[in-house]
């Protein structure tokens, strides 16, 4: 059982984010953008069952760090209580990556020496994050710092890079 809440943004290309929360933290964000729609309730309920309000109340500190960061403050999103769903290793992967402050990036070569693994296995657990901007994959750039793939698509991540004014 979940609670959704959906957030309007209408900033860069992102119009719109759906948030997902279960009784123990958020376990999806998604963003609306003009290549990408959001999943429907059906598809919320057959990933997770019923839909409730009964968790709203995990939900709320994401709404404000989410509207914080898109006004442009500098975020850390700490205190908002996480419920990732994935192998121990994207896990360690998520945690490792929540690490990098707003602002700073680091390569998937770089985090995977740190996690004693290879670039390759940072990109997986990069392309299985259901909690973006929250667990920051954007701030994890291929080698040489350059822009490299993105779910949501590279015109996404070049945009939360520069809301966090990285230049890339």
Known sequence: MVSIENL????????????????WGVVELHMKTARRNLPSKRDIKLRHG???KEYHDIIEPAIVRLKEYFDGKEVSFFDVPLS?????FFKNVWAAMRRIRWGNVTTYGELASRLNTIAQAVGSACSNNR???????HRVL????TLYAYGWG?????YLLNLEEVSI
Not at 131 to 137: F, N, S, T, V, Y
Not at 154 to 158: I, M, R, S, Y
């Open 142 to 145: 291929g080698a040489g710092n």
């Open 50 to 52: 019923d839909i409730t």
């Open 131 to 137: 909690i973006p901007i929250i667990i920051p994959c």
């Open 84 to 88: 990732p769903v994935g192998t121990s």
């Open 8 to 23: 309007k943004i209408n900033s860069g290309p992102i119009e719109e984010l759906l948030i997902v929360a279960n009784a």
């Open 154 to 158: 590279l015109d996404v991540k070049k």
